[in-house]
């Protein structure tokens, strides 16, 4: 008896020593991602130590720490501190008074304190706000106010894609993007961890595919479709107006690439095909229903709630659409390589044409093989789409199969044949919808005649020349960046740079005020004719302006920034139906984000990937009128930059921007080199 006993425990045992080791690690490492995004370097080593090399998916996703509320005192400490070289003297002293009373009054504490108490009762307590008031309360068109693009690899662009063939082309970006997707649902993509070490929230991942922003009244609706693992799912195929529902599984089974590219044929001859209608001709015999989803939501709104209630192959229509995984528009433009300045705006807006502009992202094919993304911007930012994207243009590109990040999935193929099936609008149960898509071009061209965006690819120097130039890569682009909008606007404007909150359980971006008392000073004395301090003293303004930067950058991406924080006590008082503090109503608060600027990481995986295979970065729209939108993406040894304008001569202002850029470059640049800092006595 005792033997049997004794075999036992030493049965047990290991088993037991194991599941002690396993809960040890995750107490470890929870306590660690409390603290390794504040740089604390036992943290940072144990989740080096304990983080292992091929993690699943969701691995550290419920240890990620809870979204923190700032110090009151700090964040309006910081916030006057970032609006003071933007407004009047005057302005700032009321600015003063309106954050004092409001810290030492009982509504700005109480206010605190229900903000702090919500924080203990969910993960992120800023999470459903930002998705409900940044984004689906918003009554702007989709088009350029708030979706973004990005573009095909550096050298599909420059030189010639490795088939001229669009449908070959998207076939195996469909492919790529459904076996991402797999690795996704499977829970076998890795997590992203900064600097291989800090894991970053992933949950946007599960809402990349079959996720449509539905319009309504006041406030959209996010709507995000499950497909069954043994069930259909299907793609949205756009040909001129013609749209299709095109079957990429079909049982749990993928469909073939064989199949897909036949079933893409078939539905391009079909469309192509068709006699005069009242709408067109050809692939554009149907109405472009697709210009609707451009109009401001709520006119939207009122024409989608009547389609779905007018008829029932209507109401079929939009349910194929919003329940696609994504959408594959076959456009009839090329791509002009040695001028991409039309190319970008297409993928941004295509003149309100042959996008879904609800729909999670699209891959707009040009006839000549080349492509573009296009991205709807509720459900997740840039880089998370991005993720997928940059698998996509990896995985769906012959020449890189021996550098890709994982193998091919082993999946169970469906070979028979599938066919598009069209979607049908009955038109005659829409007596409107003539009147509707004259709104639509109509809007759209008012829209779009005071809009444009330009690339600008600078190959002279990258983040290795400035970071020897004793500067942040990215302080030094916003220091270019607000030299090119004093320029532009004759004065300093409140400029918005996004930093990521990924390291916190859903995590979306705080603002980094990049207009600081410091660089605004830089610029206004760099830009003057005749300048009042010597170069020395001025690159010492600039280098001191960078770290000031970087050191509101750390901050914003910790939760101590201004404008989320802010937001949400905003927020709070509105939902209790108090009057809105004094604080919201000053002309300091409610300043616009004149210049707003992003910084996207191209390549987040793929680190031995060639630049040259990827993509050549992306681009927004302003997010005021007027405004500026720059994007930009700093690599080692070029930036790429993406200027967006909203004025009366937008497609002037856009060049004269880009010349700003490329001046400013040089000119601080040269600056740094000629004025090295003072080394340091020891």
Not at 366 to 392: I, N, Q, S
Not at 490 to 507: D, H, I, K
């Amino acid at each position: 008896m005792e033997r049997t006993w004794l075999i036992v425990a030493m049965s047990i045992s290991p088993l037991f020593v194991y599941y002690i080791l396993k809960k040890i690690r995750k107490v470890v490492i929870q306590w660690a991602l409390k603290h390794a995004y504040k740089d604390n370097r036992h943290a940072l080593l144990a989740l080096k130590l304990l983080g292992g090399k091929n993690p699943p998916l969701d691995e550290f996703q419920s240890l990620l720490p809870s979204l923190p509320v700032p110090k009151l005192s700090s964040t309006l400490k910081q916030w006057l501190e970032s609006v003071r070289p933007l407004v009047s003297e005057e302005a700032f002293r009321r600015a003063e008074e309106a954050a004092k009373e409001f810290e030492s009054s009982k509504e700005g504490k109480d206010l605190q304190v229900q903000l702090v108490k919500r924080s203990k009762q969910c993960s992120n307590w800023l999470e459903d706000w930002w998705v409900q008031f940044a984004y689906l309360r918003q009554r702007v068109s989709l088009m350029t106010y708030v979706n973004y693009f990005c573009t095909d690899s550096s050298d599909f662009i420059f030189r010639e894609p490795y088939t001229s063939d669009p449908i070959r082309r998207v076939v195996d970006l469909i492919e790529s993007a459904l076996d991402f997707k797999h690795r996704v649902d499977h829970n076998t993509l890795r997590p992203l961890r900064i600097k291989n070490v800090l894991p970053v929230c992933m949950k946007g991942m599960n809402k990349v595919f079959g996720t449509t922003r539905s319009p309504g009244d006041d406030c959209d609706e996010l709507k995000t479709h499950i497909v069954p693992e043994d069930g259909d799912a299907h793609v949205l195929l756009m040909v001129g107006s013609s749209m299709f529902k095109l079957p990429v599984q079909v049982g749990g089974k993928r469909v073939s690439n064989s199949s897909i590219e036949q079933a893409i044929r078939e539905a391009t001859r079909a469309a192509d095909s068709q006699g005069k209608s009242e709408w067109g001709e050809g692939r554009h015999a149907q109405p472009h229903v697709s210009q609707l989803t451009g109009l401001s939501r709520n006119k939207w709104a009122s024409m989608y709630r009547e389609m779905v209630n007018s008829h029932e192959a209507n109401k079929e229509g939009i349910r194929t659409i919003e329940e696609a995984l994504f959408a594959v528009s076959l456009l009839e433009d090329s791509v002009d390589s040695g001028d991409l300045h039309q190319y970008v705006n297409i993928c941004l807006h295509n003149r309100g044409r042959q996008i879904w502009f609800d729909k999670c992202f699209t891959i707009l094919a040009f006839k000549d093989g080349r492509v573009g993304w296009h991205y709807e911007h509720t459900y997740a930012d840039a880089p998370v789409p991005g993720l997928m994207c940059e698998h996509a243009m990896v995985n769906g590109n012959p020449s890189s199969e021996d550098i890709r990040c994982y193998p091919r999935p082993l999946l169970a193929f469906s070979d028979a044949p599938v066919s598009a099936s069209p979607i049908r609008w009955q038109c005659d149960a829409l007596p409107g919808m003539k009147q509707w898509l004259r709104e639509a071009e109509e809007e759209t061209r008012s829209l779009l005649s005071d809009f444009d965006i330009r690339p600008f690819y600078w190959r002279n120097f990258g983040a290795d020349v400035i970071k020897k130039c004793s500067m942040s890569p990215d302080a030094f682009c916003q220091a270019v960046l607000q030299v090119v909008s004093t320029r532009y606007w004759g004065r300093a404007v409140l400029t918005y740079e996004s930093a990521s909150l990924r390291v916190f359980e859903g995590g979306r971006t705080d603002t980094i005020r990049s207009a600081t008392s410091e660089v605004c000073e830089f610029a206004r004395e760099f830009v003057k004719e005749k300048r009042e301090v010597e170069e020395k003293e001025l690159a010492a303004k600039l280098r001191r302006a960078g770290q000031v930067h970087s050191k509101i950058t750390r901050n914003a991406c910790r939760m101590n920034g201004v404008d989320r924080h802010l937001l949400g006590l905003k927020i709070l008082a509105l939902i209790n139906g108090m009057p809105l503090p004094k604080l919201f109503q000053e002309e300091a608060y409610n300043l616009e984000f004149q210049l707003a600027t992003s910084q996207s990481p191209i390549v987040q995986e793929h680190e031995k990937v060639p630049v040259e295979l990827m993509t050549l970065g992306g681009g927004f729209g302003p997010i005021t009128s007027p405004g500026l939108g720059i994007s930009y993406h700093i690599l080692p040894d070029r930036l790429y930059f993406y200027v967006s304008v909203r004025s009366k001569d937008a497609e002037e202002d856009s060049k004269r921007c880009v010349e700003y850029i490329q001046q400013a470059l040089e000119d601080l640049k040269g600056l740094l080199l000629r004025c090295p800092p003072e080394k340091k006595k020891s």
